[in-house]
């Protein structure tokens, strides 16, 4: 991680598609990213989708 990135808490990535949506976590300090794929569907509570959602911190 360079100095530019090191203010930030974390780094995500998103790919929001049509059909499902990539997600990549990376907290800052550290090399390990967190990587899941939701689905696309109308309705859809996204912030239950994910079980490990309440221990990393994820709003």
Do not use: F, N
């Amino acid at each position: 991680m360079t100095q530019a990135t090191a203010d930030y808490a974390a780094l995500v990535g998103i790919d929001w598609a049509d059909c499902k949506h990539d997600l990549c976590l990376q907290a800052a300090g550290s090399d390990r990213r967190e990587r899941l794929v939701l689905e696309h569907r109308p309705g859809l509570d996204h912030k239950s989708a994910h079980p490990g959602h309440a221990a990393s911190g994820v709003r």
